[in-house]
C-alpha cells in the first residue's frame, strides 16, 4: 500500500441520519474499488466492492459510487447506527495484480 | 476457517531486543502482507509476499525481516527493536470476493511497544 502518513479526517454524524464518506483515488488503471472498515482494536474487514465499469453498487444498507471522471470514491451509509462508528477505508486495486493502495481513512463517529 | 491468526496481541519489548511477530492464514492464499499502524494514522505497508519462497520490500521495511517457507506462514522479524517501531502490526492475506475484487483478509493486529 501506499498509504499518505496523515492524521485521518473524521467525519460525525447523528444516529438514523446517512453518512456520505469521500475518498480520491489516484490510479486509472484500477479494475476494482474497495470499502473497508476498521473497527477500534481489529483489523480492516472488507465491506464492499466495485468494479472501475460501474458508477453504483448496493449492499445491505451501504452504497458505493465511481465517478471516474473525477477519480473519486465514496460510500454511502443509511441510518448510521452506533455499530459504523469506526474508521473507514478505501482501496484501489486490479485484476491480476497483488498490491493493493489504500487511502488515507476517514473516521465515522456516530452520535446518540 | 480461522481466517488470519496473529500472535502475541499484545507485547512490550525493551531498546535492542528482538522478536518474531507470527502470522498464519488457512485460505491457502498465495499473497501475504504485513502493514503497521500508527495511532490515529492509516496503514503502511511493511513487506509482501506473492508465494512461498517469495517476498518483496514495501514502502516502510528498514528494521524488519520476513520470511515465507510455507503458504499458510509469514513471520515478521524485528532484529534491533528501536522506539519508532511501536505500532500496531496488522498481517494480511489476499483472496478473491463475490464482486470479483482481491480483497485483503487481516489478521486482529499485533499491539507492540518499545521502551
Known amino acids: 500500500g501506499e498509504s499518505v502518513g496523515l492524521h485521518l479526517p473524521t467525519l460525525s454524524v447523528q444516529e438514523g441520519d446517512n453518512s456520505i464518506i469521500n475518498c480520491a483515488y489516484s490510479?486509472?488503471?484500477?479494475?476494482?474499488f474497495i470499502w473497508y472498515k476498521q473497527e477500534s482494536g481489529k483489523g480492516p474487514q472488507f465491506i464492499i466492492d466495485?468494479?472501475?465499469?460501474?458508477d453504483k453498487r448496493q449492499g445491505q444498507r451501504v452504497t458505493v459510487l465511481l465517478n471516474k471522471t473525477v477519480k473519486h470514491l465514496s460510500l454511502q451509509i443509511a441510518a448510521t447506527q452506533p455499530g459504523d462508528s469506526a474508521v473507514y477505508f478505501c482501496?484501489?486495486?486490479?485484476?491480476?495484480?497483488?498490491?493493493?493502495?489504500f487511502g488515507a481513512g476517514t473516521r465515522l463517529f456516530v452520535k446518540a | 476457517n480461522a481466517g488470519v491468526t496473529q500472535t502475541p496481541k499484545f507485547r512490550i519489548l525493551k531498546i535492542g531486543q528482538s522478536m518474531t511477530l507470527q502470522c498464519t492464514q488457512d485460505?491457502?492464499?498465495?499473497?501475504m502482507y504485513w502493514y503497521r499502524q500508527d495511532p490515529g494514522m492509516g496503514l503502511k505497508l511493511i513487506y509482501y509476499?506473492?508465494?512461498?519462497?517469495?517476498?518483496d520490500k514495501g514502502e516502510v521495511p528498514n528494521g524488519y525481516n520476513v520470511s515465507r517457507s510455507t503458504t499458510e506462514d509469514f513471520p515478521l522479524r524485528l532484529e534491533l527493536a528501536a522506539p519508532s517501531q511501536t505500532s500496531v502490526y496488522f498481517c494480511a492475506s489476499e483472496g478473491g470476493t463475490s464482486g470479483g475484487a482481491n480483497t485483503q483478509y487481516f489478521g486482529p493486529g499485533t499491539r507492540l511497544t518499545v521502551l
Open positions: 490510479n486509472s488503471a484500477s479494475d476494482y
Open positions: 482501496a484501489e486495486t486490479y485484476t491480476g495484480g497483488f498490491k493493493t493502495i
Open positions: 485460505m491457502n492464499h498465495n499473497y
Open positions: 509476499s506473492v508465494g512461498a519462497g517469495i517476498t
Open positions: 466495485i468494479r472501475s465499469n460501474m
